[in-house]
């Protein structure tokens, strides 16, 4: 069965950012990114102009999902950390929740410890919303949150001209 | 599986080109890269190899416009078609949304494809996906060449399902977009379904 979608509302979505801006401060981190694991990406903090954001989530999710299939092999659940690093930049990557992905980018102006304390907060709070959106999804759309039921053919039709 | 953003306004949905070794995946990609307006498309990441060959996965995301106020994003993703290269094909699957089966018209890879779309289902099983849930059309490349199985043929081998099937020749792009729109309209009409 394919799965339901993942669905996100202004609430929690203002919920995460406010997280994510957070540790962005806390960590002296140049970008935080949330990712969902199917390559989606769900929320950014940090100077992101130069940056192919789309092509970074979809990558980091092929990642995580390489490793997950490693650790599999080996016996593991999966790999909850991963660490590059970079002659200038770092990436620090951790599964949240078994759902979702933190992705911390940092440079010498941070450490690992750091990063890693601030990371492991931040990682607990956002579980807590993400556990909270999965069970608002599960619980039935309000008629406002349905929007979708009301595309016609036409509208799909307009996509492509 | 289906992303969808009430706070940006958003649907995003991914889109996985399956098939045998050559058959063509990585070239409907890149043709539609190449058709696609700038604004509309991001870039395309080929994780290859050395010769060309799909090694991880390649990578588009489209976004393709408005409906009820709502940006539509597609990601398509082709999985290596090489037979060794499965546990790769397994992680690709993984949240999709839609599947186009693209064949290789060539008689002599008919056994190929039968394989492939075997294994496609058996990898869509493991992930308790049920292909016949799932929005997913069929496209016969390479039409171009003077070996190949008439589709009437192929259609009894790999269309027993009647879903939506074009003929197409991908390294001139002649049915790469009606392909890519049949089954954006099939994710789109699942998405409705499921709301
Ligand atoms: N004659 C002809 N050649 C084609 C057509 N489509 C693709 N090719 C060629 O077939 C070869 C393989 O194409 P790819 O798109 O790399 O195949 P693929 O399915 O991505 O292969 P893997 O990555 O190994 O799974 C290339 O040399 C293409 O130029 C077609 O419609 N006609
Ligand atoms: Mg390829």
Do not use: W
Request: glycine letters at 6%.
């Amino acid at each position: 069965m394919p799965t339901s979608s993942l669905i996100m509302f202004e609430e929690e979505f203002k919920q995460i950012t406010a997280i994510i801006d957070r540790l962005l401060k806390d960590a002296n981190a140049k970008l935080v990114f949330l990712v969902d694991k199917d390559g989606q990406l769900i929320a950014s903090s940090g100077d992101t102009r130069d940056l192919d954001t789309t092509s970074l989530a979809s990558l980091t999710a092929g990642n995580i999902a390489a490793t997950g299939g490693l650790a599999k092999l080996l016996g593991e659940k999966e790999f909850s950390i991963l660490f590059h690093e970079g002659e200038k930049d770092n990436i620090h990557i951790s599964i949240v929740g078994q759902r979702v992905i933190l992705v911390v980018i940092f440079d010498n102006r941070s450490s690992l410890g750091l990063v890693r304390l601030r990371v492991k907060k931040a990682s607990e709070e956002l579980n807590t919303i993400i556990k909270k959106l999965l069970h608002r999804v599960e619980a039935k759309p309000s008629a406002e949150e349905n929007l979708l039921a009301e595309i016609s053919d036409a509208d799909i039709d307009k996509l492509f001209h | 599986m289906s992303f969808i953003n009430y706070s940006s306004r958003e649907i995003n949905c991914k889109i996985v080109y399956y098939g045998p070794g050559l058959c063509g995946k990585t070239t409907n990609l890149q043709f539609i890269y190449k058709k696609t307006n700038p604004e509309h498309r991001g870039k395309m990441i080929s994780l290859a190899t050395e010769t060309e060959r799909t090694l991880f996965f390649d990578f588009l995301p489209l976004s393709l416009g408005d409906i009820k106020g709502f940006k539509t994003r597609f990601h398509l993703y082709t999985v290596p078609g090489q037979i060794f290269y499965d546990a790769s094909r397994k992680l690709i699957l993984k949240g999709v949304d839609g599947i186009v089966f693209v064949a290789d018209s060539q008689v002599e890879r008919m056994d190929a494809n039968i394989e492939s779309f075997e294994n496609m289902k058996a990898n869509l099983k493991e992930q308790c996906y049920d292909l016949a849930n799932i929005p997913y059309i069929i496209q016969y490349n390479k039409r171009d060449l003077p070996n190949v199985v008439p589709v009437v043929e192929m259609k009894k081998v790999l269309n027993v399902s009647g879903v939506p099937d074009f003929e197409a020749v991908a390294a001139t792009g002649h049915g790469v977009f009606e392909t890519l729109k049949a089954v954006i309209k099939l994710v789109l009409i699942e998405l409705k379904k499921g709301t």
